[in-house]
T-cell receptor, first 110, second 117 residues
């Protein structure tokens, strides 16, 4: 069964304190792994797609990496505006569906 | 680019009435649209997948007669919650895939908060 597990469930950081969020997955043939950011009461905002092990993508203070079993979202020197829930999702090669993890709620304090 | 809108953003209705939620892709064509439901502090639960011009495919446990989905064009899908009850109160979010890309991303709408009284 395809599955996505995210950890930690919640993360509190001081502004400037770098950290990483983990997304472990099992899928029968990975088409893509997706990272989204979701603010309270809003729809998810697309951040990155990763397709193959070893791939990395960056956007401002965020960097996503991918191995055959997991993905990391590294946050460098976070700011309070980075506070949100970060969702990871996988898509198997034989479907259009996304399977989401339960997310990591990030809070960054000044 | 890749903007998806939803209307309304919030709706309150009485038990037993029906509510229609619209999902539009504003700057791209979406052959496939998806409808999700999200409970507080939980992740997104896929309800159904809709393809333009064909019947929607519902996930296990989702009542197709209660949640009617129509995907009449490449830019519009609607979700109608029929005979709504308080337990249908939730945050409903749609997403769309750009038919012109091969990158498979789904772009999400801002969501609709439904409250059934």
């Amino acid at each position: 069964e395809d599955q996505v597990t995210q950890s930690p469930e919640a993360l509190r950081l001081q502004e400037g304190e770098s950290s990483s969020l983990n997304c472990s997955y099992t899928v029968s043939g990975l088409r893509g792994l997706f990272w989204y950011r979701q603010d309270p009461g809003k729809g998810p905002e697309f951040l990155f797609t990763l397709y193959s092990a070893g791939e990395e993508k960056e956007k401002e203070r965020l960097k996503a990496t991918l191995t055959k079993k997991e993905s990391f979202l590294h946050i460098t020197a976070p700011k309070p505006e980075d506070s949100a829930t970060y969702l990871c999702a996988v898509q198997a090669s034989d479907t259009d569906k996304l399977i989401f993890g339960t997310g990591t709620r990030l809070q960054v304090f000044p | 680019g890749a903007v998806v809108s939803q209307h309304p953003s919030r709706v309150i209705c009485k038990s037993g009435t029906s509510v229609k939620i619209e999902c539009r892709s504003l700057d791209f064509q979406a052959t496939t649209m998806f409808w999700y439901r999200q409970f507080p502090k939980q992740s997104l639960m896929l309800m159904a997948t809709s393809n333009e011009g064909s019947k929607a495919t519902y996930e296990q446990g989702v009542e197709k007669d209660k949640f009617l989905i129509n995907h009449a064009s490449l830019t519009l899908s609607t979700l109608t919650v029929t005979s709504a009850h308080p337990e249908d109160s939730s945050f409903y979010i749609c997403s769309a895939s750009d038919a012109g890309l091969v990158t498979y991303e789904q772009y999400f709408g801002p969501g609709t908060r439904l409250t059934v009284t």
